[in-house]
């Protein structure tokens, strides 16, 4: 009975149909590796058809296949540019054209880090807690937290009214802390991670999974008090781009390159994997990677323009305000005034807001298609 005039499917006996299917099998292995060989065979003697090939054959993935979001900010400049400068008029003008990305990064709360005239070597502080009654694992991810940033310091949280995030970051806030880490836990182990950058925010919070603590890591290396290089890898939508930054201003300007250690914030498909090595160059060709730890990943879940607010349920409603004009200035008013500006610098206290005011939150509704990613 040839394999050529029936299919495998059609044969009654159970031995002679796996026999025919496996015959079939290897014949059309044998076939494809025929054709791997000489392929290979001909693309040794022309590269400019290997080059082709793979420029061709790209594999269709959940990454390169995301739907488009208007909020890019790595668009390809060429493309974009030439029509811009074939169809605005202010261009062939000869007058500057309006950048609206890089106005926003000039005013965005992270500016003042970027545009600082300090020590570029000076880590900022960085303030690490928990989430009231922690337990032991979540000290633990602590320890290694405060090992990653330069300037981190863990104060354990107390229990009981008064000590709420909001208040706790206003009073960060006045004693010089540039930004507050506070991990929460469920079931006795840690399961979210709240950024808050000081002092007038914004807010993330994000999801936390995957965690693996130094110990854990076979053959891992020992860390060293050196400023790591921070590599962010694929934070290509103005919410990303935020993201991004915030993350950026946890570790000092300058990074000290005699250490040899790198942190990388890797994000794909909106999940941010958090790794730590240290790079070894083997020859001027090659470089080894030996991983510090930890190892987590984060999920971001809402960002909030300023710090957490406070709620108080017992407090009365407000009443109603209403706006009247402003007093003409006279020498008397602007001495007065001028009075209560040194006055509040003395005494300025960063108060927590009294409601939450979201710039993104994550919903379901939001991932309309498994293509669609945020950052």
């Not at 290979?40 to 058809?49: G, I, R, S, V």
């Not at 690490?128 to 602590?142: G, L, M, N, Q, V």
Request: glycine share 6%.
């Amino acid at each position: 009975m040839s394999s050529s005039r029936f299919e495998p499917s059609t044969i009654k006996n159970k031995i002679k149909r796996e026999e025919i299917a496996n015959k079939n099998r290897k014949t059309k292995s044998q076939n494809k590796l025929q054709r791997r060989l000489a392929r290979a065979k001909l693309e040794a003697n022309d590269p400019a058809a290997k080059k082709k090939r793979l420029s061709t054959n790209v594999p269709r993935t959940l990454d390169n296949m995301r739907e488009f979001d208007p909020s890019f900010l790595t668009a390809d400049p060429s493309s974009s540019t030439q029509t811009q400068a074939d169809h605005d008029p202010s261009t062939s003008s000869g007058e500057p054209v309006y950048d609206e990305n890089a106005e926003d990064i000039a005013l965005d709360p992270f500016a003042s880090y970027f545009n600082s005239e300090e020590d570029p070597n000076l880590p900022p502080k960085v303030l690490i807690t928990t989430s009231p009654k922690a337990s032991k694992s979540t000290y633990d991810f602590c320890d290694e937290i405060v090992g990653v940033f330069p300037g981190a310091e863990f104060i354990r949280r107390k229990k009981g009214k008064g000590f709420e995030m909001g208040r706790i970051a206003g009073w960060a806030a006045g004693r010089g802390y540039k930004h507050m880490v506070v991990v929460n836990e469920d079931m006795k182990k840690p399961n979210a991670m709240t950024l808050i950058h000081l002092p007038n925010g914004p807010t993330a919070y994000f999801k936390l999974t995957s965690i693996e603590l130094t110990k854990q890591i076979y053959g891992h290396a020992r860390a060293t008090p050196h400023n790591p290089e921070l590599v962010l890898n694929n934070f290509v939508t103005r919410l990303g781009h935020t993201v991004g930054r915030m993350f950026q201003t946890f570790f000092p300007p300058l990074p000290e390159f005699q250490g040899r250690q790198v942190v990388t914030l890797h994000n794909q498909r909106d999940f941010l994997f958090f790794r730590r090595h240290r790079y070894a160059f083997r020859s001027p060709e090659k470089v080894a990677l030996q991983e510090i730890g930890p190892r987590f990943t984060l999920k971001l879940r809402s960002l909030r323009k300023g710090i957490p607010a406070v709620f108080n349920l017992a407090e009365e409603p407000k009443g109603l305000e209403f706006d009247l004009e402003p007093e003409p200035k006279t020498e008397e008013n602007l001495g007065a005034d001028k009075h209560d500006e040194g006055a509040s610098e003395v005494l300025e206290k960063v108060l927590p807001p009294k409601q939450d005011e979201y710039l993104w939150k994550w919903k379901p509704e939001l991932e309309t298609t498994r293509r669609t990613f945020f950052l």
